[in-house]
């Protein structure tokens, strides 16, 4: 059983000109693709995506950015629940703005929302985390995850912020983030 609990309810959510803001990660990690592991074998990058208890194809974690944190903060939190993985966010990839049947209710009654998407890089896969019981966590290669991403937004995200961010920087062998995050106030509604 996992002593974590996920955080639930709009009460504490962030809206901003008629969007609910929304923060999330693509998580990966490095995978070294023959036995050796050492600094000169190859590395291929995987992408970390779950289910959606709500319906068919693969998601990248994300949820609500609550009053009481950084949007950094909100992403993090996110991966921890929805994929119970641990990490560190690595690159800021962006907005991204979509619009959601299921989160239409009497504080965004147009289902709007603004997502702020991070990647992260994991270094701990817990054996528990607050979803497991209606979340199930896929590692994929960046091709077969862009296939079987329900949202299109976020095949935005994973191939035009993540992919290209890391096809120009040796992030198998760096530890250094690249690029700053955004602030904590995301300064307009429209994507990038």
Same mark, same amino acid.
Request: some cysteine; proline content about 5%.
């Given at each position: 059983m996992c002593d974590l609990v996920a955080r639930t309810g709009r009460l504490q959510?962030?809206?901003?000109? #008629?969007?609910?803001?929304? =923060?999330?990660?693509?998580p990966f990690r490095c995978k070294h693709?023959?036995?050796s592991s050492?600094?000169?074998?190859?590395?291929?990058?995987?992408?970390?995506m779950i289910n959606s208890p709500s319906g068919p194809g693969l998601l990248f974690p994300k949820g609500g950015w609550e009053n009481d944190e950084t949007v950094e903060e909100a992403a993090?939190?996110?991966?921890?629940e929805e994929a119970g993985v641990r990490g560190v966010l690595m690159k800021f990839l962006g907005h991204y703005n979509f619009k959601s049947k299921?989160?239409?209710?009497?504080?965004?009654?147009? #289902?709007?929302?603004?997502? =702020?998407?991070?990647a992260l890089l994991v270094n701990e896969e817990l054996d528990s985390w607050p979803e497991q019981s209606t979340r199930e966590r896929r590692w994929l290669s960046v091709p077969e995850?862009?296939?079987?991403c329900r949202h299109s937004w976020m095949k935005d995200a994973l191939e035009?912020?993540?992919?290209?961010w890391y096809s120009k920087k040796d992030i198998m062998n760096s530890g250094e983030e690249d690029g700053q995050p955004p602030t904590s106030e995301?300064?307009?509604?429209?994507?990038?």
């Open positions: 959510q962030r809206y901003e000109a #008629g969007y609910r803001l929304v =923060a999330g990660c693509i693709l023959d036995e050492d600094d000169t074998s190859e590395k291929a990058v995987e992408v970390l993090v939190r996110e991966a921890l299921t989160h239409e209710d009497k504080f965004n009654p147009e #289902g709007l929302c603004k997502a =702020a998407m991070f995850a862009a296939e079987l035009n912020g993540f992919a290209e995301p300064s307009s509604p429209e994507h990038k």
